[in-house]
């Protein structure tokens, strides 16, 4: 009998593993559609709040909808007349900065070798091209942008999602057996992902505002490209502050120098450390935090599978699935394992 359970539990195990697999094929190969609604369901999440506060100021809701609906359009068509002519502009000189990339590489090559440190200019190329982080960040926004162009079914999306909000959780528990436990779950659930992204935008977009002041300040090229960057990869922590710094600071050295180079990543240092490691944990809390590794695992995966925007929406993704799990007594010990070490103090 004991032998029974124990094979019953491996093939579940493989059953389990099997579906996985499929689901992860089925994402991979729909990200064309399933990246734009995605998109529409973090905007909905993000504008919800709002919303619900206009309706108890005694607001109808279509009122409400419209009002919110004339906001999300009016900062996305500010997004794309701006970022959008800055991503081709900075696409089209991408070459010509990584052609002084190159010659700047290899006259840190020629020094090493005149200081005795022999090494050949393909083999530091081998393991260090500057070019691929601007690269990384050029198609991250082309990613952006390229979603964006669904503007209209993104937008239509939100619509019904909002439409839908204030109903949904009497038709939720008339559908449910036991409605009173699972709306306490759901609850804290639907509480949990609305605070962290609430908050995670707030800090997202003072931390692409002061990187966007701070570069315009020192004069260089596309400031508010990498605002912008920096303002989407705040939302992947720990290492995602260190991504977004590089292109800038390469860029920097390339058009103004290796000091304004240094003062472009104290700037970004500074903002880190005062937004994501003092202002983020006092207000957001420890509770909700990642370990590295999940971070880095969830970047790699949903890059992987999404896509560049796959990339950015990665730790929100991770962190709704955490926070699901973290709302019911049988599966909260997943989310102790995808949290941090503070987590489990």
């Not at 809701?61 to 359009?73: G, S």
């Not at 691929?132 to 079914?153: C, E, H, P, R, W």
């Not at 710094?245 to 860029?251: F, R, T």
Request: contains cysteine.
């Amino acid at each position: 009998m004991e032998t029974h359970n124990v094979l019953t539990r491996e093939l579940k195990f493989m059953i389990m593993m099997a579906c996985f697999v499929v689901v992860v094929a089925g994402m991979r190969a729909a990200a064309g559609i399933l990246v734009p609604f995605l998109l529409a369901v973090f905007i909905a999440i993000i504008f919800t709040p709002p919303m619900f506060w206009l309706q108890k100021k005694g607001i109808p809701n279509w009122l409400a909808i419209t009002l919110i609906m004339a906001a999300i359009l009016m900062l996305s068509i500010l997004f794309i007349a701006f970022v959008g002519n800055s991503v081709t502009d900075f696409s089209n000189a991408l070459p010509g900065y990584e052609k002084r990339l190159v010659s700047k590489v290899g006259f840190i090559v020629d020094w090493l070798n005149r200081h005795g440190v022999e090494i050949s200019y393909k083999m530091f190329i081998g393991y260090f091209d500057p070019s691929v982080a601007m690269q990384l960040a050029s198609k991250i926004l082309k990613g952006l942008s390229g979603a964006l162009t669904n503007a209209f079914l993104i937008l239509l999306t939100v619509i019904f999602i909002l439409a839908e909000a204030g109903g949904f959780p009497g038709k939720l528990r008339s559908a449910l057996s036991d409605p009173d436990t699972s709306m306490e779950r759901m609850g804290r659930f639907t509480q949990g992902v609305n605070r962290y992204l609430a908050l995670k935008t707030v800090f997202s977009l003072a931390t692409g505002l002061s990187i966007w002041i701070w570069l315009t300040i020192l004069g260089l090229d596309y400031a508010l490209l990498w605002g912008v960057l920096a303002l989407l990869l705040n939302f992947v922590p720990n290492i995602g502050s260190f991504i977004a710094a590089i292109p800038a600071v390469l860029l920097a050295i390339v058009q103004l120098g290796p000091g304004y180079a240094l003062l472009v990543a104290m700037g970004y240092l500074v903002v880190n450390i005062v937004i994501g490691s003092i202002l983020e944990p006092r207000f957001m809390g420890d509770g909700l935090g990642l370990s590295s590794l999940v971070v880095f695992l969830s970047l790699v995966f949903w890059g992987w599978v999404l896509g560049p925007v796959g990339m950015l929406l990665s730790v929100p993704l991770t962190m709704i699935f955490k926070i699901a799990l973290e709302s019911t007594d049988e599966t909260r010990w997943l989310s102790v394992v995808l949290g941090n070490d503070n987590r489990q103090s």
